[in-house]
């Protein structure tokens, strides 16, 4: 019995011996959030978040390190996650400024616009944040209708800042609005001159060069957009389109196939490449790529349009006399409410 006892305490001192030995292993929150600062500096975002989130759960109620879990969600695109970790750092004084302008930024991506403006209105004198804040302010009151504060902001932007890339981006964007697109045009290209990387002001230029059909240029403005973003959807589509009005199928194909890789939730590139597929013939595949449109924006007219056309080829009269008349009933909503754009671009005889 006296053996015995020995071993159940030689074991109990090893057991313990053990834990204390994990326990001393373990590194602290401040170590866990020191690895990922420095992960965050290489641009390693998934493996900082991983250590971020370890020192969190050993200090839930540190606000300086919540604001690096937010930020490292941010950089890795989850922006949705970003948010909550990001509310609670608004408590650490020195990281809240950037917490609530990433915050702001978010809600103005997301199109929340009152949510964005709510956020953003402290930061309108910040040195750091001021320009864009304003910017995102002038957009985000104009969404919703509020012209008067929509209106101050950008006097106050124009002010501070006169030669600011916003400011002739916001400036293009009212001539586009009154249909002087040549002004348009000027204005965004000198954004560019002011700040060559400043994003979607190549695509501008060349989408407004689309409409008018001068697709030589078109062309080569939404090429250099694709210098910025290799991965902009809405650019290659529009490449596709340009492809497919000169009758180069399998280039305006391949570009619609890259805009969906790109942003599968964009409905207008499966109503391009399902209309390649139409004119090979290839009715079936045609009606799913605009059943997968139509999935995406049930209120696009053109995808309602294309759907019940080819359904009514493929023998599906009834079905397709229905999108039909979704399609006649989304065309009249859209030119009651706005009339038709200057110089829209053509439909690719669809």
């Known amino acids: 019995m006296r053996g015995r006892g020995w071993r159940v305490v030689l074991v109990a001192m090893a057991a313990a011996a053990l834990t204390l030995a994990a326990v001393q292993e373990q590194p602290s929150a401040a170590e866990l959030n020191r690895r990922g600062a420095l992960l965050l500096e290489k641009g390693d975002y998934a ?36 948010l909550k970790p990001l509310a609670r750092a608004l408590k650490h004084p020195e990281s809240a400024a950037q917490a609530r302008y990433l915050r702001g930024v978010i809600f103005f991506e997301r199109r929340d616009f009152a949510s964005c403006a709510k956020e953003l209105e402290s930061l309108r004198a910040n ?18 209708n509020d012209a008067k504060r929509s209106q101050e902001a950008f006097a106050e932007l124009n002010a501070r800042y006169p030669d600011s890339a916003l400011v002739h981006k916001l400036l293009g964007i009212a001539h586009e609005w009154q249909g002087n697109e040549t002004k348009a045009i000027e204005e965004f290209e000198r954004a560019l001159r002011v700040n060559p990387r400043l994003p979607e002001m190549a695509f501008a230029i060349g989408f407004l060069y689309f409409k008018q059909q001068r697709y030589g240029e078109a062309r080569r403005w939404l090429e250099r957009e694709l210098e910025l973003d290799p991965c902009s959807a809405k650019t290659h589509h529009y490449l596709g389109e340009i492809d497919y009005l000169e009758e180069r199928l399998a280039e305006a194909a391949a570009r619609y196939e890259k805009a969906i890789a790109c942003d599968r939730n964009f409905a207008e590139p499966y109503i391009g490449l399902g209309t390649v597929h139409e004119r090979r013939g290839d009715i079936e595949t045609a009606v799913k790529l605009y059943r997968e449109a139509v999935k995406r924006n049930p209120e696009s007219a053109q995808a309602r349009f294309k759907l019940g056309t080819a359904l009514r080829k493929s023998g599906r009269r009834e079905e397709g ?13 859209e030119a009651k409410a706005k009339p038709p754009a200057r110089g829209a671009p053509p439909a690719q005889g669809r």
């Not at 040195?127 to 919703?144: C, I, P, T």
């Open 47 to 82: 493996g900082a978040l991983k250590e971020f989130q370890a020192a969190a759960r050993l200090r839930p109620d540190d606000a300086a390190i919540q604001f690096n879990v937010g930020l490292a969600l941010f950089r890795l695109g989850r922006h949705a996650e970003a």
């Open 127 to 144: 040195a750091r944040y001021g320009e864009h804040v304003l910017y995102m302010l002038v957009e985000s009151y104009r969404n919703s």
């Open 321 to 333: 006399d229905q999108e039909l008349a979704v399609a006649r009933r989304l065309y009249a909503e």
